[in-house]
């Protein structure tokens, strides 16, 4: 169990500005994971494997993208009890982001909105820190989340993706396509039926290619974000359908969705401090606006598509409404700056009861 208790730690790190904070846990955690230091996070692992994709994971609670954008600590998601680890966004080029201050907390809310922008180091340190931070013996599995450079004009995104997934793809145990995030100018067009149709042609192609190259079939996700229609739903699940299922209909075992990324609705926290700052919001008021998407593809999907989901997972009980909701897998983001490693061993063993 962890022997600092996560109330204390946060006291200290909520004085600090949002993004401040970040920067020091992520360093604290680089600086630890390798070493006894990191009993002061680490919780009991909860064996409940799950097949998904092809893919055995050891439980049901993952890391979402965002937390550790460089893969600097992998080991010490690992050692909080992860079934799952997603790290990046990456792109092929480091880039500073959107200007600061990009990260803001609603704690009466249990949210923050963030509008980093795909800030990270750029794909060959993502890759060498990949190598060096994850267990030679890692029982969690290891996604790799990719997206495009700020300045690559939209109609020229599918080369960054392909850059990425180059790149990724011998290190990584599945790949996820960031197609959703609100913090890149015009990025969410690619979810738009012909758009996704050609991005989802392209990389299944060459990720088809790459299965061959290295003997070894890794599956794709596409991220989706929370504000979309019923319709445009609707058109997003037919061409996962179309690349990800078999002619009979069964799923091919290639490719699954993450539902979802973070909000720019702001209804459910209207008034607060920040809550007109741009961005997008995640944490307890994204719960319910995930789920709904959750269940939307579930129905237009199938019993069989793999479906993550992620959003507002504060608790065991969240993770169970994700879980009746429609996905197979959750995600963690928001909840662990507000609940601390101590909400992977709850919500893991939720999802196993």
């Known amino acids: ?23 020091t846990t992520i360093d604290m955690l680089a600086k630890t994971q390798h070493s006894l230091l990191r009993r002061a996070y680490t919780q009991p692992f909860v064996d409940d494997p799950v097949t998904l994709c092809g893919l055995r994971f050891p439980n049901r609670v993952g890391l979402a993208a965002g937390l550790d954008k460089n893969a600097r600590c992998i080991a010490a998601w690992e050692a909080m009890g992860f079934g799952s680890i997603e790290v990046g966004t990456v792109t092929p ?13 609603l704690p009466k809310a249990n949210a923050l909105i963030n509008r980093l922008g795909f800030n ?29 450079n700020a300045s690559t004009p939209i109609e020229q995104a599918a080369d960054d993706y392909l850059t990425c997934l180059d790149g990724v793809y011998p290190w990584a145990d599945y790949v996820t396509v960031n197609i959703s995030s609100p913090n890149t100018k015009n990025l969410r067009a690619l979810q738009s039926d012909e758009a996704l149709d050609a991005l989802l042609d392209t990389l299944m192609q060459r990720r088809a290619a790459l299965a061959q190259q290295h003997g070894k079939d ?29 002619a009979d209909g069964s799923h091919a075992g290639k490719l699954g969705v993450i539902a979802t990324n973070t909000t720019i609705c702001r209804e459910a926290v209207q008034g ?18 995930s789920n709904h998407v959750i269940r939307q593809l579930r129905a237009a999907l199938g019993k069989d598509f793999p479906i993550i989901g992620v959003g507002g997972v504060l608790s065991g009980e969240d ?32 999802l196993k009861r």
Not at 220 to 246: H, M, S, V, W
Not at 272 to 281: K, Q
Request: with cysteine.
């Open 1 to 23: 169990m962890s022997l600092i208790p996560y109330s204390l730690s946060r006291s200290v790190l909520f004085r600090l500005d949002a993004e401040t904070a970040h920067e």
């Open 93 to 105: 080029k480091g880039q500073p982001g959107n200007p600061k201050p990009r990260i803001f907390r």
């Open 120 to 148: 990270n180091e750029g794909l060959d340190a993502f890759v060498r820190n990949v190598q060096r931070t994850r267990p030679a013996n890692s029982r969690s599995l290891l996604g790799l989340n990719i997206g495009k």
């Open 218 to 246: 890794k599956p794709l996700f596409i991220k989706i974000a929370p504000d979309l229609e019923q319709d445009q739903i609707d058109l997003i699940a037919t061409t996962l359908r179309r690349y990800g299922c078999n």
């Open 272 to 289: 607060m401090p920040h809550a007109e700052e741009t961005g997008g919001l995640s944490g307890a008021p994204v719960l319910e606006k």
């Open 319 to 350: 993770a169970r409404s994700k879980l009746a909701a429609g996905a197979d897998l959750v995600q963690i983001f928001t909840g662990l700056i507000y609940r601390g490693p101590a909400l992977v061993h709850e919500a893991a063993l939720a």
